[in-house]
């Protein structure tokens, strides 16, 4: 497991900037450092942090004069030792599995970079953001025309939906410009993105980026101001392209390349009643099942891991373009490792026989399941999908290490003994109770 530094500059963050901390110091990946630089607050931000950095060996608090949010991140650089590098901004925070998962694609698809989908978070509303369609790699050529496509979205100019290798970083000096106020991150990433070879697209959303209604951009940018700072990029910009085709490409390329000039972004709004946008109240539910009070609730432990489960076979489900039921179905049918009717799917997937069988149909659709001869006057169905065998038994070990962190092997053993009792117990008296029914 390669170590990630992950870098948060701070400045009057005394309201987010803990958030933002537990957030990346509770992420499933354990093998990363964070960073936090103070640049010059004038709250108590610099004595959160301390007290951050106390409670965990893993935190390094930096404090600094005032010079910017991109001399806070050079700072950064500067003392960073993992093998990756992340950003991430106090107002902000990370989805649970963000390190693990750009970690595992960086390291799965051998990119030197790799880039991923985002949340949108506008007044507790919620929306998912990507500006490319599939996951998968892509070259530096074939990225930079996705890119021309919508040069203005925030998934392209801004370095927290991404992993950066830090040798790439070190070797050619990469740093943020720090005379200038707009779009420094946009340049450093096509500053980086010159000694790319191969970018992976990973399908997952890794970023909670949060709205602050009344901040500087809020307040300063309209299309007149946007335009007059974009003219400081364009030379970059267009020394990328230049850089990445050959002439000819590059001559057929320049209309749109300029085009960036009046390019809006497409990927900032959350709105309210949009498709695919959500409320942000997940946390205020799962705060019932918190047991504080000592009011322990019999099916908590058995609701919270369902949930694990589910959020760990959503993310699976989003790089390959399906739904949670299916891959559900995948799950339960690759465990199994025989077939097995619809019956048997409803019970333990926990989904209902319409669910199952609408499942199932896509599935076999997919070639990822095979109808089996009929046995018993029913029809069968069984596993066919090894390209996705592995990853399935991956969430497994995901969600092992969440719930038995910290546990001793003994530990373990006896629980598992424990577990299989108690399951023997339930059927015993469910199976049982069918009996008199029947």
Sequence with gaps: ????????????????????????????YPELELILVDD??????????????????????????????SSARNRALNEAGGTYVQFADVDDWLPMDATKLLAREMEARSAELVVGDFYRVVDGNVSEKGSI????TLSLQQYANEMMLAPADLYYGVLWNKLYRRDIIARYGIRMDENISYSEDMIFNLEYLLHVRSVAILKAPVYYYQYT?????????????????????????????????????????????????LAVSHDSLALPFAPGTKKLD?????????????????????????RLLGRYMETLGRRHGMDEARIRLLYC?????????????????????????????RLLADGLVRREA????????????????????????????VCFAGFTEEELRQYRGMEERIGSSILRRLQAETAKGS
């Design 40 to 69: 010059g607050s004038r709250d108590r931000s610099w004595e959160i942090m301390q007290g951050l950095a106390a409670a965990d060996s893993r935190v390094k608090a930096i404090h600094q004069e005032n010079g910017g949010v």
């Design 213 to 261: 209604r009344g901040s500087l951009v809020d307040q300063s940018l309209n299309l007149s101001s946007t335009v007059k700072m974009k003219k400081n990029v364009i030379g970059y910009y267009n020394e990328f392209f230049r850089k990445t085709f050959d002439a000819p490409a590059y001559q057929e390329r320049l209309p749109v390349i300029y085009g960036y000039l």
């Design 133 to 136: 369609e599939t996951g998968g």
């Design 374 to 401: 009929p046995l018993g006057g029913k029809e069968h169905f069984s596993f066919r999908a090894p390209e996705l065998g592995e990853e399935l038994r991956q969430l497994d070990r995901d969600l092992d290490a």
């Design 282 to 306: 997940e946390g205020e539910a799962l705060s019932a099942l918190s047991g504080e009070g000592g009011t322990g609730f019999p099916m908590r432990s058995a609701i919270l891991e369902a």
């Design 333 to 361: 049918m690759e465990k199994l490792k025989e077939p097995c009717g619809v019956e048997r799917l409803c019970l333990l997937t926990g989904m209902g026989k319409p669910a199952v069988i609408v499942g199932l149909a």
């Design 1 to 28: 497991m390669e170590k990630v530094s992950v870098i948060v500059p701070v400045y009057n963050g005394e309201k987010s900037v803990k958030r933002c901390a537990d957030s990346i110091l509770n992420q499933d």
